[in-house]
């Protein structure tokens, strides 16, 4: 199975990702992870990430193209992924399709997980509270101020990839509002599993 995971920063693709991964038996795979992934094993990719990452820049849609090339390339996603963070664009959408056509495969699904920008927040700022009562680091970017920029990127990169996938016959959408467990079922039902 091949999937998408979509939805604006906070909306808790990353947590249903993971439980997806597990109870699917396949690898999610977030960019993040497979750029900083490519740049330790040092391959001509990874080299090119690393350089940009470290001018503090966005990497390419050619670089970060080619690092999800690989990484689907491995053994472990032969039978499927959930890819996390990808794509961004419409560019990278389409991308995306043609590398997966040359490898003769297509995606099954795009699992939206829906959340209005107020909830959000409070996902947010509860996110901070929590790590910080713990003890852990606090991420950069969970404040107000860097999730109303992150939410404009997503408003204008990544959500006409609503219509794209729509268009497409693989959009699915879920309400991101509900508790975790029951995101988790029905995503699976979308999933029809």
């Known amino acids: 199975m091949r999937v ?5 920063p906070g909306a808790g693709k990353g947590t249903q990702a993971s439980r997806l991964s597990e ?18 094993k040092g391959t001509p990719v990874g080299l090119a990430a690393r350089e940009v990452m470290a001018r503090g820049e966005l990497v390419s849609d050619e670089v970060v193209m080619e690092c999800v090339r690989e990484r689907i390339a491995e053994p472990d996603a032969a039978t499927g992924f959930i890819l996390d963070g990808f794509p961004r664009t419409i560019t990278q ?12 495969t297509v995606l099954d699904a795009v699992l939206e997980l829906r959340v209005g ?7 947010v700022i509860s996110r ?32 006409p990839l609503k219509d794209y996938y729509r268009l497409a016959g693989l959009l699915r959408t879920v309400d991101g509002l509900l508790p975790i467990d029951r995101i988790t079922t029905r995503l699976l039902i979308e999933l029809q599993l």
């Open 117 to 123: 920008e107020a909830a959000l927040l409070d996902r």
């Open 4 to 8: 998408i995971m979509l939805g604006p």
């Open 23 to 40: 109870r699917l038996g396949i690898p999610q795979l977030s960019t993040g992870d497979m750029l900083r992934a490519a740049a330790a």
């Open 93 to 104: 959408a389409m991308g995306l399709d043609e590398m997966l056509a040359v490898a003769g």
């Open 128 to 159: 901070a509270r929590e790590a910080k009562a713990a003890g852990q680091p606090v991420r950069a970017d969970d404040n107000p101020e860097a999730l109303k920029v992150r939410l404009d990127a997503y408003r204008r990169q990544t959500e």
